[in-house]
């Protein structure tokens, strides 16, 4: 059996991961569950998996789950807990912490783990190189599980010289919305996604193709494939997650449900396929449609590809930047529109600067989230 470690057990990848084991439990064993604080989804996951080792990092959540843990169940908390959990072994672990906060401890585990399912693209894209030079050192796999640079990770495993790839977006819950409708948008209707079920904060970047910018960034950190062979197409069925076009100028496109599932087993079962989910039902009639993405429509898009291709601070700065106001948005302070404006604002003001090392990221991280604070606190 194959000892997995979930890292943000409680969030939808790590149940999404979760109901994959539950089928499989012949293969997978759940060794060790780890949560930032939602204490009451973490219980009912350890009754029913019975995993050995346990994490709280909040240490107020933390103190609270002591008192219902099962017997015989090591228990890690605080940070200095997560620190302990991360030395643990495995033989795939699940990396579903959210922003940046995954960077440690995916740095810490590398050493200890054959595999790392990874979920989490700002890690890489603000200090991928670090990353991929420790996986590199140890060893261990590191499996894309973000839809679109999973998809490409199964195209290129076809014969012949890739010329280009093709990202899809969706365009989020607001593409076909005019400008004056977008000026007076809600959050909840931002949140409306027409196709995937995610995190508020990954929805929003839905919608402003700042996610789609990330994930260009992460197809470079990847693949090493140049900015300028990297391109985003508007698929609004959510249907085809990347292409490959090759030297013959065929393209091969990865299709499959929008179901988070489908990656997250590709990750867990490799280099096996095993059927997650149910596929495309080609009884039914549907149709599939593609358009150019606009840089007008969505600036935000244009801005993330030009500070990845730059490979330096800014953006480490642009990712804090872009957490924090969405932070804003979705708690009624600022309006939507500001998050294009603070993101332009937040890079045009950042020095630019090279990352040396994983403490520059921090550095700059810390920057990021101070300078976008005052700037927020002069729109609120």
């Known amino acids: 059996m194959e000892d997995v470690i979930i890292f943000g057990a409680t969030g939808s990848i790590g149940k999404n991961a979760l109901d994959i084991i539950r089928s499989n439990k012949k293969i997978f064993n759940v060794k060790a569950l780890c949560t930032n604080a939602n204490i009451a989804v973490l219980k009912k996951q350890v009754d029913e998996f019975n995993p050995k080792y346990v994490c709280v990092a909040d240490p107020v959540q933390a103190d609270k789950f002591k008192d219902v843990l099962k017997k015989g169940v090591k228990f890690f908390y605080g940070l200095s807990g997560l620190k302990e959990f991360c030395s643990l072994e495995s033989d795939i672990s699940v990396m579903a912490i959210s922003g940046i906060a995954a960077m440690e401890p995916l ?10 399912a990874l979920a989490n693209k700002e890690a890489i894209i603000t200090g991928g190189k670090f990353i991929f030079n420790k996986a590199k050192k140890y060893k261990t796999e ?9 998809a490409l990770y199964q195209l290129f495993k076809s014969d012949g010289k890739v010329e280009r790839v093709y990202l899809t977006a969706s365009g989020g819950a607001l593409f076909d919305y005019s400008k ?13 996604h027409p196709t995937w079920k995610m995190g508020r904060r990954i929805t929003v970047d839905s919608a402003t193709l700042v996610n789609k910018g990330f994930e260009v960034v ?19 069925e959510s249907v085809v997650h990347a292409m490959c076009e090759y030297a013959d100028n065929t393209i091969f496109a990865c299709m499959y449900p929008p179901d988070m599932r489908l990656p997250i087993g590709y990750a867990l079962f490799y280099p096996q396929a095993r059927m997650t989910v149910k596929g495309i039902d080609f009884s039914k009639r549907f149709s599939l449609s593609f358009q150019p993405v ?11 590809i030009k500070a990845g291709s730059e490979d330096n601070n800014k953006l480490t700065v642009l990712n804090a930047a872009d957490e924090i106001v969405i932070d804003y948005f979705l708690k009624g302070k600022v309006e939507f529109k500001s998050i294009t404006k603070i993101l332009f604002d937040i890079y045009n003001m950042c020095p630019a600067y090279m990352l040396k090392s994983v403490s520059d990221v921090y550095k700059w991280d810390t920057w990021g989230r101070g300078k976008t604070m005052e700037l927020l606190d002069k729109l609120c």
């Open 142 to 150: 590191i499996l894309p599980v973000d839809s679109e640079i999973n």
């Open 294 to 304: 606009s840089f007008e429509q969505f600036p935000l898009l244009e801005l993330v």
């Open 180 to 192: 004056p409708r977008v000026a007076k948008i809600t959050a909840k209707q931002v949140l409306s």
């Open 107 to 116: 740095l810490a585990h590398i050493p200890h783990t054959k595999r790392i």
């Open 218 to 236: 992460e197809t470079n950190r990847f693949f090493n494939i140049e900015y300028k062979n990297i391109h985003v197409v508007i698929h609004r």
